[in-house]
């Protein structure tokens, strides 16, 4: 079934007088953006909140490859066009029931002097932002080109405090570093942490999604929205004018874009408001993208899921079967004749137990990794044939865990690592995602560790991008979800493709394995990695001293229980992970009881407080349903949350159950200390909440029938 | 049916004392190797024929990437194995009925000092050459390795005279020049003509196979063999000490090889003799390579054809169906909507009197060109989407094609352009090889014409190998024979997968519409492109003006009428078109004849004549028939060949219809001039004939029962 379109949209056009200057404000009037031509015919545009630049003059083009003139100069104004939409619809999976997707456009064709050229900026205004990208309609003088860098730019009004990781061809996987705008430079290198694939490619250089604040409390997100067959955009800082301006990420030679007209750019997205909690609710990087393009999403389902997968990343077992390869032969190398370590996870036996776990508990699914031949040697040597994604280890029985997962009504989840080794993966691809299809697996997740084959390009240039976008689109062909991990960070593209149901993207939860995430992380990534789309986290550990699943690892996981539990609310998914060890939850059976519990689907999100880097509170009623789950995670310093919980429907009752920090839990002393207390509540109470360092509180809220 | 295996060989094997010097003769005892370790243990071999030097002492070895120790010395020599082997083994087509394998060979286990690593130099001496290639067995010290370069030398003895081609990473299509070693510097500008794609690296950089003669008579040639997922070898010559060195073709990032252990490079060949015709003969280049790895050949078989392709090639007729469109975007493009122009081939009706006409003369295959959606914007784009192998335009019709042709006996040839965009193919090759299948199609013509997509690598590196060496094997699951032009020049991989058919891999025919191709190239072709296996050259062009078919084109095909029917002779292939337009043929139907007659798989093949340059004269003997062929191709000079018949027969009688230049025929001012003479022969028969400047004769030999 299509998702539902309620149309309620008015859609006016008017052409206007051809003056070098036109204004665009937002359906609340409340921003404004003011399109000029300079006196060289350079584009410009300016953003102003509530009548206060936020924006400054900010030039737009690009730089093209070869002799080609430019798109920089010289343009005239030949038309310009403004609509208003109003339009909500149905996601099939998400935050809200209906999501409305309402502005106001401005878009201005441009002809280029000398050349004929067209190009048209399409501005679309939204009450908590403004999205631009570039088109270019088909036409005789353009048609295809090379884009030697993106010109487009965001001139900041001062020396903002933003909440930044480097910018990166190839990982987002980095701790955010906050600090002034002029601070960058000076942190840059010591921002830059080790990652299995990384290039950067300026000292100023820095990724999005990025959260800003201004002195003022103006709140500034840049990211972009509908990236396809594109590279992905970072943003370079001239840090003496604070004018960031977009830096694609380069192919092999050099290169950024090959574009033939018709064709459009990804949407570059500025929101702005005085409160951050604007921008957690904001839908308009979703609105950005195309309606789904899949005919019957039936088949697509949010996944509650556990693994055997964290003990691989302390360290407590392994991927690989054997430690006698140095080199893997694949169809060549038989090992029914090695001798099996003793670590391999992904062992009949073993699976049973997480599946037997899981339909005990009321999980989805059952993701194992390390089930298929080659994990000896993947990583790290350009090998081209590192995977086939079919044949499985001796001790991982495909039809035998097929046949005991359905009699457990669980399903399992598919694990791809391409080792960044595209075309392998491509080549593989269908019958590796038939191979699914025929043992009982809905979804996969993908992986992308490592340096990208062909090498020269990375994990975020164009022909790369094209390919995530390939998986992407194929698995739908079969009816599979994906959670493409080390892939080009989510610009919303599960609108058009609701298969995709999560992205890593983002420094995830085994960080919390590889030395530790800073304790604030989570009051970010909201604010950052997720305004382009769900992210699998992978949340929930429960043990917080490493060294207990493997004594050589001695990393500490910088969180509370409290605010592992809180991140299944604020951490938005229609995909999540109980990541621990089942022996882990079995000794602490009270509080696993919100991970059950804990919805993945909602009717209706409530933001109810919000700071970056802070704390962010968040309410969210479950699907079909009158239950509520809030969640709270929380910062450095102590704090202690006061919601109401008027959104409950009046004149019912309630039970709360409050899963919250001891007062004396801390993230690193004391991280397993956390109380549960159930109260009866309706729409008129107050609850007043600590969470500690790195703490959180989580909360279900049943209604009393 | 696997090829049949006469075992007839004889092994032994020895360990030698491990001295530093290691000798290695050829059967004949006419050839022979010295390998010895240089004082500071790199390895280094000499070669020798009837005890005069051909290649001074030449070092072997490795650079590798980074930081690792590279392979060039510090080696100490640890074991040798020295071995004889015998064998015959019968092709599934070719030049002769059954083919002898018979070698010395010499293995040197050399163990680096300090790092441990084992690198085997492996050298097979045949009567008519030697081959070497490196071994990089299963080791703790060597696993995965980056090639920087590999440093095998070809120290030639003076300045000997060479037939050249421009060192090019992406094309061999060019004209050859003959010039001492020394001149090559001089030359190399003059030498590169445009392609669609080409890069060269050096002034001195010349491509294999390289055919040289020496001030003595002696002639030399060097290429390689087996080369699979290993980087194209050039070389590159240090033209004051007259060494070649191998020179490998890079990818993106200027890294030439990917090797993981156990694995082995390809074969380096070196062939001298003081008769040129035994560089004609040798099967040292398919000896090289494995046994056929296909089980059963039976679909495998050679092919006679006619194409719609030379009108487009000269100009007259289009590839593409209309001149509406700047740009394609297959799927969304709609052809039904558009202008088709007047001069598009590929339609129905032709196609028919195609099939007519190959039908009425006893071809196996006609091929079509231009046939499917794309071709407005197939080239010089970077297009990665740019043709899906399978939608026709709109006056194809691929079902009633099919069965008029299955009605008629005729076979159609299809064809895949790929643009360079490998991933495209390979993404789309599955579907397309399916819809051949499915619509009766056994072959497969695949172009590479223009830049490799990804971009920054060449058609001649490792990664793009890789793709062809896929192609093939994937063609062969579906039963699949392939012709791929703009591939990588062979190398014997024939051999190992039969269904390789024919390669382009050179300047072909095609060039005579492009401004012409000098007279005698074909009388060095066998002795370069042609020694790796067979090409699709395309020849029998009948009409030489080539402003006839469009007056735009005022090119001249630089031969004549004669020398075209002895190329299916002398230029070797189960795969030979007759390229001219039918009606052309049909002005000619008395010389057509020999076209029609020509076998094109052979139980024997006599090399009669030959010197590079100058002249070639060839005699084969029908498969499984006592009809015999001879041509006879002609450089500058007129000259007559004197030829003994003592092959044939004795005691059976023989009718000969031989096929010759008029008097006063010339390439250039009176190509078409012809004469047809019968006339009785025996094995005892002489024959003299003409050949006048670019010409030849051609001589079908039938018994008289």
Redesign the interface.
């Known amino acids: 079934m299509k998702p539902l379109f309620i149309l309620s949209f008015t859609v006016f056009f008017t052409v206007l007088n051809l003056v070098n200057s036109q204004t665009l404000q937002s359906p609340s009037a409340e921003l404004t953006m003011e399109f000029s031509l300079k006196n060289d015919g350079t584009p410009a545009y300016q953003l102003s909140y509530k009548n206060k630049v936020v924006i400054k003059p900010s030039t737009l083009g690009f730089e093209l490859k070869n002799d080609e003139k430019s798109l920089l100069n010289d343009f005239t104004i030949i038309k310009t066009n403004t609509t208003s939409f109003d339009d909500t619809w149905t996601p099939v999976w998400g935050e809200e029931k209906q999501i409305r997707n309402r502005y106001n456009e401005l878009a201005v064709h441009l002809k280029q002097n000398g050349t004929d050229r067209i190009m048209i900026i399409r501005f679309r205004m939204f009450n908590e932002g403004l999205g631009f990208r570039y088109e270019f309609p088909?036409q005789?003088n353009l048609?295809?080109f090379?884009i030697k860098e993106e010109r487009s730019q965001f001139a900041m009004t001062g020396d903002h405090t933003a909440f930044w990781i480097p910018g990166d061809y190839d990982t987002q996987e980095y701790d955010y570093t906050e600090s002034k705008l002029s601070e960058i430079r000076e942190k840059f290198d010591s921002a830059v942490t080790d990652n299995a694939s990384q290039k950067q490619f300026s000292k100023t250089g820095v990724q999005t999604a990025l959260i800003m604040k201004t002195s003022e409390g103006l709140y500034i997100n840049l990211h972009e929205a509908a990236l396809i067959n594109y590279s992905c955009m970072h943003l370079n800082l001239d840090d003496k004018h604070f004018v960031f301006e977009s830096h694609l990420t380069p192919?092999?030679?050099g290169?950024k874009g090959?574009m033939?007209?018709?064709c459009t750019t990804p949407w570059r997205t500025i929101m702005v408001s005085d409160d951050a909690r604007d921008i957690l609710a904001s839908k308009m990087t979703l609105n950005l993208n195309d309606p789904c393009k899949i005919e019957d999403t039936s088949w697509i389902k949010p996944v509650k899921y556990i693994g055997v997968w964290w003990e691989m990343i302390t360290g407590k077992s392994s991927w690989a079967y054997t430690d006698d390869l140095?080199?893997v032969?694949l169809g060549v190398t038989d090992y029914t004749k090695v001798t099996p370590n003793k670590t391999h996870a992904a062992n009949n036996t073993k699976v049973k137990r997480y599946i037997d776990f899981a339909s005990a508990h009321g999980f989805d699914g059952v993701l194992v990794e390390g089930w298929n031949e080659g994990w000896e040697?993947w990583f790290g040597?350009?090998?081209?044939y590192v995977f086939d994604f079919v044949t499985p280890y001796p001790d991982f029985n495909v039809q035998e865990i097929h046949d005991y997962a359905k009699s457990k009504g669980v399903k399992m989840i598919m694990h791809h690592e391409t080792s960044g080794s595209t075309?392998n993966y491509?080549?593989h691809m269908?019958k590796a995602y038939q191979f699914m299809k025929d043992n009982g697996y809905d979804a996969v997740k993908s992986g992308y560790v490592g340096n990208i084959l062909?090498?020269?390009?990375y994990h975020y240039s164009q022909?790369i991008i094209?390919h995530y976008q390939?998986a992407i689109e194929k698995a739908a062909d079969y009816e599979i979800m994906v959670n493409a991990h080390e892939a080009v960070r989510p610009t919303g593209i599960c609108r058009t493709y609701p298969n995709l149901i999560g992205n890593e993207s983002a420094r995830g939860t085994e960080f919390q394995a590889f030395g530790g995430s800073k304790p604030n992380h989570v009051t970010i990534l909201p604010f950052t990695r997720l305004i382009g789309g769900p992210m699998d986290y992978t949340p929930g550990v429960f043990e917080m001293d490493i060294s207990k699943l493997n004594p050589n690892n001695n990393s500490h996981v910088n969180s509370t229980i409290a605010n592992q539990l809180a991140l299944y609310v604020t951490m938005y998914s229609p995909l999540q992970m109980a990541a621990d060890l089942p022996e882990h939850y079995e000794q602490f059976m009270d509080a696993f009881q919100f991970i059950k519990d804990v919805a993945i689907d909602w009717d209706k999100s409530i933001y109810l407080e919000a700071e970056p880097g802070r704390y962010i509170t968040i309410a969210r009623k479950e699907k079909g349903s009158s239950n509520w789950f809030i969640g709270n995670v929380n910062g450095n310093n102590p704090r202690t949350s006061t919601i109401k919980l008027d959104f409950l429907d009046k004149g019912k009752k309630y039970m709360a159950t409050i899963y919250a920090d001891a007062k004396d839990a801390h993230y690193k002393t004391n991280p397993q200390a956390y109380t549960i207390n159930t109260k009866k509540v309706t729409s008129k109470t107050k609850l007043s909440q600590l969470s500690v360092s790195g703490g959180g509180f989580a909360i279900s809220i049943k209604e009393i029938k």
Chains 1, 2 share one sequence.
């Open positions: 088909e005789k048609v295809y090379v192919d092999a030679q290169d090959y033939q007209a018709p140095p080199a032969q040697d040597k350009s090998k081209d075309r491509e080549r269908d062909p090498r020269g390009e022909w094209n390939y």
